[in-house]
């Protein structure tokens, strides 16, 4: 295994931003930048032994720094959205930056997707590699309450899995939903579309949504329904029956905050699969509706829209208005834990 790092620019403001390259001994690639504590690149072997990179993403500093799309993100301090950017938490109403309509989408204006992350250390073992960053979100910031430190950490095995564990403790009462925003295609990323990817779901039930995709309240079962993947389909003859696509939260079978299996995504070309395991209750699949050829990813690809698939492992949208879904509230003394893994084979 090895790490290493390199430059990957400046921001407007004049702050240093790294890039780091985790390897496996089986050629498996990840890289992560501190800014936004993004997922880069990871390149995985298809079933003849090509690399090939996954997810999409920016060749440069700029292209991050510029996007409004998410693409690799670490996503906070609450992922998905807040219906009308306002909670309480013990009789105190807090108000939040409103970014997606009238609604609070994703930590708001600058989220820690824009933020620097500090590094605290990037290390290579004989079995793992691994990058840890931190970022303290100040009282106030977007709107929140109590400083928030976090810590999201990427690791690299050499049992072809890029793990995702996340960590966090606060000084007042707050809310807290993180998550990695990765665009997924398992033909490599600016290959064309994911229609053909067969994908399922561990999942019998989701949240129902308004026209504002905000949670009403109501948890109900996919079956005879478009968004029933409780064994695989393609994305494409699901899709079809939509009216854009799918951005929709899975309540996951299992126990809240075990590790349990999320979703398992084949890609027949490359015979590329993936399978998600997570501690999370949910997760929002989202398949890139909004992408509309507008975004030049890396190497001048167009990402067009179904270029890619989300699968954002999390707590439910608008859980902080919701006192009948998982709790998202963490108290000063507590200490915030979530770790997802997506596993890499060939079929």
């Avoid at 079933?47 to 998410?70: K, P, W």
Wanted: aromatic share 8%; hydrophobic share 30%.
């Amino acid at each position: 295994m090895n790490a290493h790092k390199e430059p990957f620019g400046q921001t407007t403001d004049g702050q240093e931003v790294l890039i780091y390259t985790l390897t496996s001994s089986k050629g498996f690639r990840a890289r992560i930048t501190n800014f936004g504590a993004t997922l880069v690149s990871l390149h995985v072997p298809d079933r003849d032994g090509s690399l090939g990179d996954v997810v999409l993403g920016f060749d440069t500093l700029e292209g991050y720094i510029n996007q409004t799309a998410y693409l690799g993100s670490t996503v906070g301090r609450y992922g998905n959205r807040i219906a009308k950017g306002k909670f309480t938490l013990d009789g105190t109403e807090y108000t939040l930056a409103t970014n997606n309509g009238p609604n609070h989408l994703h930590g708001g204006l600058q989220g820690f997707d824009k933020k620097v992350w500090e590094t605290q250390e990037a290390v290579a073992t004989e079995d793992e590699a691994w990058v840890k960053m931190t970022y303290l979100s100040p009282d106030g910031e977007e709107g929140y309450p109590g400083n928030l430190q976090c810590t999201v950490t990427y690791t690299l095995t050499n049992s072809d899995e890029l793990r995702i564990s996340y960590e966090a403790e606060t000084d007042k009462k707050t809310v807290l939903n993180l998550t990695n925003h990765s665009y997924w295609n398992l033909a490599g990323q600016g290959s064309g579309d994911i229609l053909g990817h067969e994908l399922m779901i561990n999942a019998e039930k989701f949240t129902l949504i308004d026209q504002e995709l905000i949670p009403n309240g109501v948890i109900a079962s996919v079956h005879d329904m478009p968004l029933d993947f409780t064994r695989p389909r393609t994305i494409g003859s699901r899709l079809r029956q939509t009216a854009s696509g799918f951005d929709h939260n899975y309540v996951l079978s299992g126990p809240v905050g075990e590790m349990k299996l999320c979703a398992r995504v084949r890609e027949p070309g490359s015979g590329r699969v993936m399978e998600i395991h997570t501690t999370e209750p949910g997760v929002q699949l989202y398949t890139g509706n909004f992408l509309d050829g507008s975004i030049v990813g890396k190497g001048g690809a167009k990402y067009d829209k179904h270029a890619a698939f989300c699968l954002e492992t999390q707590h439910y949208p608008d859980s902080p208005n919701k006192p009948q879904f998982p709790s998202v509230v963490l108290e000063p003394g507590q200490k915030f834990a979530s770790q997802t893994v997506h596993k890499f084979s060939t079929k």
